[in-house]
């Protein structure tokens, strides 16, 4: 299927577009788009591990300002600008260099769906934990970082539905957002995060406060008018409401899971450990959502039930039914370890399949030679 997108956000048309059309020229054209889309990701990596070195709990902020060196916030910034700027010119570039291919777009949009939950990951640790005075609740970033993927996977699903991807607004101005907290984070230090600067609020509610809201009243809505629209206009992918709403039974059921292990855990999991959990919950949304991806990319239907969903639901019954009691987290740790072992081989796998099916390299722009 031809790749077909759409961008209506003006800070993108009147502000960023123009900056990556320069940045582009001095891409050289032997340079595979991949390998940029790569390196984009790499550097979100780099920057979470970093990260996470200073501050594992994400207390660090929160109880002695200091404790992540100032180089560490500037170069967050650096590194998701850069990020930021390689997902933004991966596509031109192919175009530029006559290389795209199916290949390319899984490859960015698969990238894209773990990249999303790392971005958020990362941000949590300039605002900190709830310490009783500032932060923002393991909670509540649990429920950010539910807003944010589910964002994600509407875009997608609407692509599913409609075979146009409508770029959400969301998408720059969050990264304009996060260049800009680390930025300010750099310059004056996390006690900026810690002091209320309207009307007793902080800027981290603030940020809360825009982000639900531009999913709920933007975003979503948005979705649901261009199904409407397509729908009035025919031009629909799936014929009955059983197939368009297909793609959207695993998320939700993950979703339902992994919410009762929050909420009902007796050893408080999230608590107890919010890098790990939340980083298993990133992965385990990208792997359902790149089976989404392919399926629209390939026009197959989704399977019901992901595979995941069965290892999830007995750990989250041995856990919430006290079987597992004190090794609730060597567990956690354990699947963690599991679900990104596999995703980074499921991802392994389909690029080989797809560059041997596609006759191409993955980081070449090399053509392979018929065997």
Same mark, same amino acid.
């Given at each position: 299927?031809?790749?077909?997108?759409?961008?209506?956000?003006?800070?993108?048309?009147?502000?960023?577009?123009?900056? %990556?059309?320069?940045? =582009?020229?001095? #891409?050289? $054209?032997?340079? @595979?788009?991949? *390998?940029?889309?790569?390196? !984009?990701?790499?550097?979100?990596?780099?920057?979470?591990?970093?990260?996470?070195?200073?501050?594992?709990?994400?207390?660090?902020?929160?109880?002695?300002?200091?404790?992540?060196?100032?180089?560490?916030?500037?170069?967050?910034?650096?590194?998701?600008?850069?990020?930021?700027?390689?997902?933004?010119?991966?596509?031109?570039?192919?175009?530029?260099?006559?290389?795209?291919?199916?290949?390319?777009?899984?490859?960015?949009?698969?990238?894209?769906?773990?990249?999303?939950?790392?971005?958020?990951?990362?941000?949590?640790?300039?605002?900190?934990?709830?310490?009783?005075?500032?932060?923002?609740?393991?909670?509540?970033?649990?429920?950010?970082?539910?807003?944010?993927?589910?964002?994600?996977?509407?875009?997608?699903?609407?692509?599913?539905?409609?075979?146009?991807?409508?770029?959400? %607004?969301?998408?720059? =101005?969050?990264? #304009?957002? $996060?260049?800009? @907290?680390?930025? *300010?984070?750099?310059?004056? !230090?996390?006690?900026?995060?810690?002091?209320?600067?309207?009307?007793?609020?902080?800027?981290?509610?603030?940020?809360?406060?825009?982000?639900?809201?531009?999913?709920?009243?933007?975003?979503?809505?948005?979705?649901?008018?261009?199904?409407?629209?397509?729908?009035?206009?025919?031009?629909?992918?799936?014929?009955?409401?059983?197939?368009?709403?297909?793609?959207?039974?695993?998320?939700?059921?993950?979703?339902?899971?992994?919410?009762?292990?929050?909420?009902?855990?007796?050893?408080?999991?999230?608590?107890?450990?919010?890098?790990?959990?939340?980083?298993?919950?990133?992965?385990?949304?990208?792997?359902?959502?790149?089976?989404?991806?392919?399926?629209?990319?390939?026009?197959?239907?989704?399977?019901?039930?992901?595979?995941?969903?069965?290892?999830?639901?007995?750990?989250?019954?041995?856990?919430?039914?006290?079987?597992?009691?004190?090794?609730?987290?060597?567990?956690?740790?354990?699947?963690?370890?599991?679900?990104?072992?596999?995703?980074?081989?499921?991802?392994?796998?389909?690029?080989?399949?797809?560059?041997?099916?596609?006759?191409?390299?993955?980081?070449?722009?090399?053509?392979?030679?018929?065997?």
């Amino acid at each position: 299927s031809q790749y077909s997108a759409v961008d209506t956000n003006p800070l993108s048309v009147y502000i960023m577009q123009p900056i %990556w059309n320069e940045i =582009i020229k001095i #891409v050289p $054209l032997w340079i @595979a788009p991949n *390998l940029l889309t790569f390196s !984009g990701f790499v550097m979100i990596l780099v920057n979470y591990f970093l990260i996470s070195f200073y501050d594992w709990d994400y207390t660090a902020s929160g109880t002695s300002p200091g404790l992540v060196p100032t180089w560490v916030w500037l170069f967050s910034a650096f590194t998701t600008f850069c990020a930021y700027a390689l997902d933004s010119i991966d596509g031109k570039h192919a175009r530029r260099t006559q290389s795209s291919t199916p290949l390319g777009e899984l490859f960015d949009h698969g990238l894209d769906s773990w990249a999303t939950s790392i971005f958020v990951l990362s941000f949590f640790s300039v605002c900190s934990r709830d310490n009783g005075k500032t932060g923002v609740s393991v909670y509540t970033m649990y429920i950010y970082l539910s807003i944010v993927l589910f964002n994600f996977m509407c875009s997608h699903w609407e692509k599913y539905n409609t075979g146009v991807l409508f770029l959400p %607004w969301g998408y720059d =101005i969050s990264q #304009v957002v $996060l260049i800009a @907290a680390y930025l *300010l984070t750099g310059a004056v !230090g996390v006690e900026v995060w810690q002091k209320p600067f309207l009307f007793g609020y902080y800027i981290t509610d603030a940020l809360v406060i825009l982000l639900i809201g531009f999913s709920l009243f933007l975003s979503f809505p948005q979705t649901l008018y261009n199904i409407h629209r397509a729908h009035l206009k025919k031009t629909l992918k799936n014929d009955s409401l059983y197939e368009g709403l297909l793609p959207l039974v695993s998320p939700l059921l993950l979703f339902i899971l992994l919410t009762v292990w929050v909420v009902l855990s007796p050893g408080n999991i999230l608590a107890r450990q919010p890098r790990l959990f939340l980083w298993m919950v990133g992965v385990a949304f990208s792997n359902v959502i790149c089976k989404v991806i392919i399926c629209q990319m390939s026009s197959t239907r989704p399977e019901l039930f992901h595979w995941f969903l069965f290892p999830l639901a007995l750990v989250v019954y041995a856990a919430i039914s006290g079987l597992l009691g004190w090794t609730e987290e060597v567990v956690l740790a354990m699947f963690t370890a599991l679900v990104t072992a596999a995703h980074v081989h499921y991802g392994v796998c389909v690029g080989r399949q797809l560059s041997e099916h596609l006759n191409i390299y993955i980081f070449s722009l090399k053509k392979r030679v018929q065997e």
